[in-house]
Structure formats: C-alpha cells, structure tokens
Nanobody, 124 residues
C-alpha cells in the first residue's frame, strides 16, 4: 500500500503559478505511475496529468497542455505539478493518485491509491 499527501494549493490570481507536491510513503514509490486529477464543485473528476514510473513518459489533458508540467523525483518519493498561467477555470480540488499500471490515458478507475487533495483557487 502507498499513502499519498498533496500540498502546495492556495489562492492565486489569474496568470499566476503554483507548484503542487504529492509525497508518498509506504511501498516502493517507483513502482507506481502517478496521476493528478481535479474536481470542481458540481463537476465530475477531470484528468489533469500523469507520469510513468520512471518519469520517461507523461500525458496531459488538452486543457492544461503548455501550462502545466508534471515531474517526479523518485529519490524524494515526490511528484510535482507545476502550474503556470493559471485561469479561473483551473479552480478545483486537486488530487494525486497512484497506479501500478501505466498507459498515457488512464481513467480514475485504474488508480488504486488516492490522497486527500489540495484546494487551488484562481481569482479573476
């Protein structure tokens, strides 16, 4: 089992930046692909970005391509989501999740472990 804890959320003005972190403990972190998802009030979970176990492959939702960058440091058991050019529509609770599989586009059903999330609010 792996435990995930997100941090780095907050309130930022449109055009600003935040860096989210997903820190893992438990079983070997490098066994897991990590995905970021978000959920805005009244909306369904939305895939944001994902990174393979070694970090050699990444995938992004079209809505964040060119603005968000996912990376990982397996020596620190941490995955990062650098968010630049934030927009009000990026406002949501952001969750990281771990999966023992890797494909560029996996639904939330294919992730086994989830963190509690961190809130990101972008003001206009």
């Amino acid at each position: 089992q792996v435990q995930l804890v997100e941090s780095g959320g907050g309130l930022v003005q449109a055009g600003g930046s935040l860096r989210l972190s997903c820190a893992a403990s438990g079983r070997t972190f490098s066994f897991y692909a990590i995905g970021w998802f978000r959920q805005a009030p009244g909306k369904e979970d939305e895939f944001v970005a994902a990174i393979s176990q070694t970090g050699s492959s990444t995938s992004y939702a079209d809505s964040v391509k060119g603005r968000f960058t996912i990376s990982r440091d397996n020596t620190k058991n941490t995955v990062y989501l650098q968010m630049n050019g934030l927009k009000p529509e990026d406002t949501a609770r952001y969750y990281c999740a771990a999966s023992s599989e890797w494909r560029p586009e996996m639904s939330f059903l294919q992730y086994n472990y989830w963190g509690q999330g961190t809130q990101v609010t972008v003001s206009s």
